[in-house]
């Protein structure tokens, strides 16, 4: 085995114990009773459980060692573990070479150059970060260009798009263009319509933008996707439509449009990169429409719940819907989007929460339950 092997299948185990402590994590926190989860951690199925976890995290920590051994750690403030939280080994095991991100912001607009041929050329590099989901704390991520999200792409109906990846992971990747009606050799899955980009390797992906293929989507890695996407490779795609068209005619008027992606990452649940109290606040001022874009990268069902409005979801996974269906809560399953549109009536001062109501999604890892994490970001009413 070569160094790169080793490295590759610690980063592989450090995912497998990631998965298990969060099972476990999970089971303990409860989207149940506490004494429903006692019941099943004290069953024999449940003790077994906690053995096999505990004996796969000193598996992965004796395999994070070995390969970590002799080289410095320059990855600085860890992830330290506490409690059920395996959080301690999600770092242990990352390659030292890693580099802290040096932006703290993701979902940024990505800027596009104009071909010959006037195509829109996007140019992204898959690259591992060490990432702040919230102060303190620091995973490993896997990103394009080294934030998470990725940048946000943004394009026209009708466009014709090259996107250039440029892979400095230590792995194949590929990128799937989720929600667009792409030729099946542009679509990004290996082993069905192209080669994955190996490491070190350059692919340029080249399309049209179908006229009415237009809202909101994502793009993610379609490769190793436990652990590429579920380390942060994905991203928005926002397609407007064509100018002049009674598409954009149609198109609500917003003063404030916001993105939110939601996610996973390690044993944090981040929107936009990051958990609570460090998720993105969303400005508003009185009498403005706002439009949410609401994108689910996750492996998890989340009902997002809005304090204090009413909102219309207008748009789902990018198709218009004919009638608005009103709400304050819409569970967004992983893979799908959802656009939503609501009046900013209330006072200047006034703050709402926007939240998940799976309540073990709304902690961060080793705090207490009066303590909120996770799924939250604030609308603040601007003077
Ligand atoms: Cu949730």
Redo the contacts with the bound molecule.
Sequence with gaps: MTRHDIVVRAQHTKAALQRAGYTLWHALSGDDTWQGARRRIMSPLGIASIIGVVLVGLLGYGIGTAQANGAADNSGQQTSGSGMNMGGSNTSSAPANVPVATQTEGAQPLAYTIDSDGAKHFTMTAEQVMWSPVKGQRVLAWTLNGTVPGPTIHAVAGDHVRITIINHLPEPTSIHWHGLLVPSNEDGVPGVGQKPIASGATYTYDFTIQDNNYGTFAYHSHYDDLTQVGGGMYGAFIVDPKPGTAAAASEPKVQEDYLQI?SELGPY?VINGHSFPDTDVMHVHHGDMVRVRLINMGE?????HMHGHNFSIIARDGSMLTTPEPGNTIPIAPGETADLLFYAWAAPGSVYPFH???L???MNPGQTSDEMG??ITLIQYDQ
Excluded at 300 to 304: E, Q, V
């Design positions: 939601i649940f998890m069902i989340h009902p997002m998940c109501h799976i073990s999604h709304v996770g799924l």
